[in-house]
């Protein structure tokens, strides 16, 4: 085995150690935004989105803040969500830790570029702003929505 | 009323992603093949003649593994599994090429055999957690169990000390350390306990300056895990450890309550402590590891016997040697640094792989890591938040504390590199830590529930 042979190898593993990283990297950022060809199909991890919102248009609402209770100040981004299960079930995407909240209480989906919140049959019910929501409600902007001890409203 | 929009759009799910998982393995074992083949290469001019069987077995190993996840966690993180194998297998190569090469203590097939047992536990523990949120409910059986685990090597008989730190059990000729299982069982308790008491953790307090003081009533946990900590130092002389073990808290406690305060109060909790540990006559393995830290040149502490600074320069010569791109596997001297089988395998492979090989073998861990943050991120509840970012976090220091330690960054402190050195205890460990990370990911990457529902009588809940 010649000199060069050998350097030639080992040039080429340490090629071929960096092109897995270079891999690896490359499934974590399909991960984050989806493969090139596919329509986005990376919604489920709003927390973290890096691409800007596609559907941005005006009088819709942006986000989700948490104005009142434990969670108070979480914000959850709606651009690219298309529902919202609030409860104390580990699965929900907002986890209310509330004796006041029921396991799956209310969810919220987006309808005809209105948000609908929905009563999941709660215990305690689901208010927005002063009222008990009894049916499916389109939801306003700035409109304080009450379950338990939370307070959530919709924000640009 | 009509069915709401939400049935015409279901909620958009991540993929499995099972077929990039198997890519990425197979690639993991293809790199670990040519690297003990380019190992033979080096030292002995020829392929080694048991390839085929190793590569056989390490890749009937892997599918085990594989098919376990697949089965038992489908929509677990694709990468855990073969950036684990790559590290794993280069450390195992490196373990046999100084093996190979007649170091005394360097053993390729017990580390073989311990690979093995981590990939099964990894397996085991898949099958058998099904669900790792009873772990919440065992917080404090696990804390009591975290321990007895470090306290176990001072009880007389079954305690050893070899090396000069007291951190062995010997049990029928094996010798277990312990404190790397304990390690495990305390990032648990810490989790659960935090989940319980950050509120209180969080809020109460008062501002002075610029920071957040805590409540005295509430430093007490953070005490307790400092005065096990300092004592895990004293007894047992492993400073390695403690460092982990405390850094590990305070870095879960910013988790849970993101104060400042908290990282601020540990930091000098800690540099006081090993301040005074070095100026106590009785702990003068302490004060030699900084003189060793601050000079490691000098010829005096070089010439020493015990607690010298030859392995730190020999490994640093061996960094230098090695340069930008290696010298190759296997054509390098690691047996001429002192434990570079185990403590200084970075430094093995610093000198064979260059810096550009150490670079990806740390961007491995660095993704590794990465991996076990996004759970955290990714996760729904708080108990797994924690438990992921400490578990992960825990991996990052560990990796941390070495290689600062190898390179003369900070003072060297002994503990073993994650999946490279050779260790029984620290690779099954390890191998359960990445078995839950990946139950984890299973539980934080599964599509939540939908709930369909017809004017809000009924409920029905689809998987």
Do not use: C
């Not at chain 1, 981004?77 to 919202?84: A, F, K, V």
């Not at chain 2, 305390?186 to 659960?192: Q, S, T």
């Not at chain 2, 006559?281 to 010439?303: K, M, S, T």
């Amino acid at each position: 085995m010649s000199e060069l042979t050998l350097l030639l190898i080992r040039l080429a593993f340490l090629a071929v150690l960096w092109f897995f990283v270079i891999a690896a990297v490359g499934v974590i950022r399909t991960d984050l935004f989806g493969p090139k060809t596919a329509p986005a199909n990376t919604a489920r991890k709003p927390a973290k989105q890096a691409k800007p919102a596609m559907r941005s248009r005006r009088g819709e609402p942006q986000k989700l803040v948490v104005t009142g209770g434990p969670l108070n100040g979480t914000t959850l981004n709606l651009t690219e969500t298309t529902l919202i299960t609030i409860g104390r079930a580990n699965d929900s995407t907002l986890v209310l830790n509330d004796d006041y909240a029921s396991t799956r209480h209310a969810r919220l989906f987006p309808q005809d570029g209105q948000w609908i919140v929905e009563d999941l049959g709660s215990t305690n019910g689901t208010y927005l702003d002063r009222s008990k929501v009894t049916r499916p409600t389109p939801v306003p902007i700035g409109v304080p929505i009450r379950i338990g001890k939370t307070v959530i409203e919709l924000r640009k | 009323m009509t069915a709401p929009a939400v049935e015409a759009n279901p909620v958009p799910m991540t993929a499995k992603r099972r077929g990039t998982q198997l890519f990425m393995l197979t690639f993991a074992v293809a790199i670990v093949m040519a690297a003990y083949a380019i190992a033979g290469l080096g030292q002995d001019g020829q392929v080694p003649g048991d390839m085929l069987t190793y590569g056989l077995g390490l890749g009937a190993l892997m599918a085990v593994a594989y098919i376990a996840l697949a089965k038992f966690a489908p929509w677990a993180d694709p990468l855990l599994l073969p950036l684990v194998t790559v590290i794993n297998g280069l450390g195992l190569v490196l373990i046999w090429r100084i093996d190979h090469a007649g170091r005394n203590g360097a053993s390729a097939p017990t580390q073989l055999m311990w690979t093995a047992l981590g990939i099964v536990v990894f397996a085991v523990t898949l099958v058998v957690l099904r669900d790792h949120r009873v772990l919440q409910r065992l917080t404090y059986t696990a804390g009591a169990l975290g321990l007895l685990l470090l306290i176990l090597p001072l009880l007389p008989f079954i305690g050893k000390e070899i090396n000069g730190a007291r951190i062995w059990i010997g049990i029928g000729g094996f010798s277990i350390q312990p404190g790397e299982f304990a390690k495990l069982a305390l990032v648990v308790f810490f989790a659960g306990y935090l989940v319980a008491k950050r509120d209180v953790l969080a809020l109460a307090g008062r501002r002075l300056l610029f920071i957040d003081l805590p409540r005295a009533r509430d430093l007490g946990p953070v005490l307790i895990t400092w005065i096990v900590s300092l004592g895990v130092l004293v007894l047992q002389k492993d400073l390695g450890s403690s460092l982990l073990l405390f850094g590990t808290f305070i870095a879960m406690l910013y988790i849970a309550t993101q104060r400042t305060s908290w990282v601020l109060i540990g930091l000098l909790l800690f540099i006081g402590g090993a301040y005074l540990a070095s100026k106590i006559p009785a702990f003068g393995h302490v004060d030699a590891r900084l003189q060793v830290w601050l000079n490691p040149e000098d010829p005096e502490l070089y010439d020493r016997e015990l607690g010298g600074s030859q392995q730190l320069m020999q490994g640093l010569f061996a960094f230098g040697t090695g340069g930008i791109l290696g010298t190759g596997l296997g054509v390098g001297n690691p047996t001429l640094i002192p434990l570079s089988f185990s403590d200084f395998i970075l430094a093995a492979a610093g000198e064979e792989l260059g810096l550009t090989g150490i670079m990806a073998i740390i961007m491995i861990y660095a993704l590794i890591v990465e991996r076990g943050l996004r759970i955290s991120i990714a996760a729904r509840d708080p108990f797994t938040k924690l438990l992921a970012g400490g578990l992960a976090f825990i991996l990052a220091w560990q990796v941390f504390i070495i290689v600062g330690g190898v390179t003369n960054l900070i003072p060297l402190t002994g503990l073993v590199t994650p999946f490279m050195s050779q260790g029984g205890s620290a690779l099954l460990s390890n191998w359960i830590l990445i078995a839950l990370l990946v139950r984890m990911s299973d539980t934080a990457r599964r599509p939540p529930p939908q709930a369909i529902q017809d004017e809000g009588m009924t409920q029905v809940f689809q998987r």
